[in-house]
């Protein structure tokens, strides 16, 4: 039914195993795979989420008793399954193990004593920037690189914020609960606690690098692929670019917003390109052809004789390519005529004999214009 794979598959152990192996062995994958020792790669990141809504499921009692039975429709509430499990929302027993990982990966191997920690790590902000690029990469498309300043782990203390490499140590305002309680008469009431700030740890010795935070602000270079027919003011979300998470929290999503530069002949509209080509009064009358310029190159063009200034003339297919991938814009030819602005007197006698030719069959708008309004005053 749904492509999943077998959680125990995934873990790599036998159904039926004990609690204890199924830790081990998410420890394992964790271990190997956890964001933060693979910055930037995606493969990790997948292996290491998989293994973590596997564990979850498998270290849950209730949920591991549904999955036995009926599968991923056991657990999974948007397969509409027998409801219960909500996947990767409830790290219940996981924290746990997250909590022994932590000291694990930072090589202290500290087992915080008294109380569980509320939570572990938390997320990375999600980042936004501004990518300029030209009118005809927004139109094919290109790779371009971008650099960002963003956080990433702390390579001194690998992230654990402690100068000493030992790990943080767990509140003793708070006992690692990261909330302080009051009694007051019936009601106990819970506050975020001041000394760790909530989260359950405190450092005794920061780092010197990042002053505890487990990051450092760096200049990053990404390769951003802009795909063709992104217009002027659109947004690109590059997800887990962001700043990294803070000791183990997820990493933010990166936004890019792509400006697209003004073009010396072409303007978009939709995904149509505009473009406005001056023919001259003779050129109008006696029709010709015309050399325009298109995104691909130059292409010939035939003005039928008697073309009109301000005429729209369509080059079929050689407009922007729609960014679903289906179909194609045109391009639209805004004809102007223009009228000479300094005539030598031989252009000039053409002219006069010209005007004097002038006839209702071969002007028929002045003419008829002319005409309305004689019979306006009448
Ligand atoms: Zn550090
Ligand atoms: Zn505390």
Same mark, same amino acid.
């Given at each position: 039914?749904?492509?999943?794979?077998?959680?125990?598959?995934?873990?790599?152990?036998?159904?039926?195993?004990?609690?204890?192996?199924?830790?081990?062995?998410?420890?394992?994958?964790?271990?190997?795979?956890?964001?933060?020792?693979?910055?930037?790669?995606?493969?990790?990141?997948?292996?290491?989420?998989?293994?973590?809504?596997?564990?979850?499921?498998?270290?849950?009692?209730?949920?591991?008793?549904?999955?036995?039975?009926?599968?991923?429709?056991?657990?999974?509430?948007?397969?509409?399954?027998?409801?219960?499990?909500?996947?990767?929302?409830?790290?219940?027993?996981?924290?746990?193990?997250?909590?022994?990982?932590?000291?694990?990966?930072?090589?202290?191997?500290?087992?915080?004593?008294?109380?569980?920690?509320?939570?572990?790590?938390?997320?990375?902000?999600?980042?936004?920037?501004?990518?300029?690029?030209?009118?005809?990469?927004?139109?094919?498309?290109?790779?371009?690189?971008?650099?960002?300043?963003?956080?990433?782990?702390?390579?001194?203390?690998?992230?654990?914020?402690?100068?000493?490499?030992?790990?943080?140590?767990?509140?003793?305002?708070?006992?690692?609960?990261?909330?302080?309680?009051?009694?007051?008469?019936?009601?106990?009431?819970?506050?975020?606690?001041?000394?760790? $700030?909530?989260? /359950?740890?405190? #450092?005794?010795?920061?780092?010197?690098?990042?002053? @505890? +935070?487990?990051?450092?602000?760096? &200049? *990053?270079?990404?390769?951003?692929?802009?795909?063709?027919?992104?217009?002027?003011?659109?947004?690109?979300?590059?997800?887990?670019?962001?700043?990294?998470?803070?000791?183990?929290?997820?990493?933010?999503?990166?936004?890019?917003?792509?400006?697209?530069?003004?073009?010396?002949?072409?303007?978009?509209?939709?995904?149509?390109?505009?473009?406005?080509?001056?023919?001259?009064?003779?050129?109008?009358?006696?029709?010709?052809?015309?050399?325009?310029?298109?995104?691909?190159?130059?292409?010939?063009?035939?003005?039928?004789?008697?073309?009109?200034?301000?005429?729209?003339? $369509?080059?079929? /297919?050689?407009? #922007?390519?729609?960014?679903?991938?289906?179909?194609? @814009? +045109?391009?639209?030819?805004?004809? &102007? *005529?223009?009228?000479?602005?300094?005539?030598?007197?031989?252009?000039?006698?053409?002219?006069?004999?010209?005007?004097?030719?002038?006839?209702?069959?071969?002007?028929?708008?002045?003419?008829?214009?002319?005409?309305?309004?004689?019979?306006?005053?009448?």
């Amino acid at each position: 039914m749904s492509g999943k794979r077998d959680y125990y598959d995934i873990l790599g152990v036998q159904k039926g195993t004990s609690k204890d192996e199924i830790k081990k062995a998410y420890r394992k994958i964790a271990m190997q795979h956890h964001p933060d020792r693979n910055p930037d790669n995606k493969e990790s990141e997948a292996i290491f989420k998989e293994a973590s809504v596997a564990a979850d499921v498998l270290l849950n009692d209730e949920k591991r008793t549904k999955y036995d039975q009926f599968g991923h429709a056991g657990v999974d509430g948007s397969s509409g399954g027998f409801g219960g499990g909500q996947g990767f929302s409830d790290f219940g027993d996981l924290g746990d193990i997250f909590g022994d990982l932590f000291g694990d990966i930072l090589g202290g191997g500290r087992r915080s004593s008294g109380g569980r920690r509320r939570s572990y790590g938390k997320p990375g902000a999600d980042l936004q920037t501004t990518m300029n690029i030209s009118f005809k990469e927004a139109t094919f498309g290109i790779e371009k690189e971008l650099k960002i300043q963003r956080k990433v782990v702390c390579t001194a203390c690998s992230g654990s914020g402690s100068a000493d490499g030992a790990g943080p140590s767990t509140c003793d305002g708070c006992n690692g609960y990261g909330e302080v309680r009051r009694q007051q008469g019936f009601f106990t009431m819970a506050s975020p606690c001041p000394k760790c $700030r909530g989260t /359950g740890q405190i #450092i005794t010795n920061p780092c010197k690098k990042c002053n @505890g +935070d487990g990051r450092v602000s760096k &200049q *990053v270079t990404l390769e951003v692929k802009v795909p063709a027919g992104i217009d002027d003011g659109q947004r690109l979300k590059l997800a887990g670019e962001g700043d990294s998470g803070v000791k183990g929290g997820q990493s933010g999503d990166l936004y890019v917003i792509i400006a697209v530069d003004d073009h010396e002949f072409f303007k978009r509209e939709e995904y149509d390109v505009m473009c406005t080509v001056p023919i001259s009064f003779s050129q109008a009358a006696l029709g010709a052809t015309i050399e325009v310029p298109t995104l691909s190159g130059k292409v010939e063009m035939k003005i039928p004789s008697g073309t009109q200034s301000g005429k729209k003339m $369509r080059l079929k /297919g050689k407009g #922007i390519n729609k960014l679903t991938g289906y179909g194609i @814009g +045109d391009q639209v030819i805004d004809i &102007q *005529v223009e009228t000479p602005t300094k005539l030598c007197s031989e252009q000039e006698r053409l002219f006069r004999e010209l005007e004097e030719y002038s006839n209702k069959s071969c002007n028929p708008m002045s003419v008829g214009f002319l005409d309305k309004v004689k019979n306006l005053f009448q």
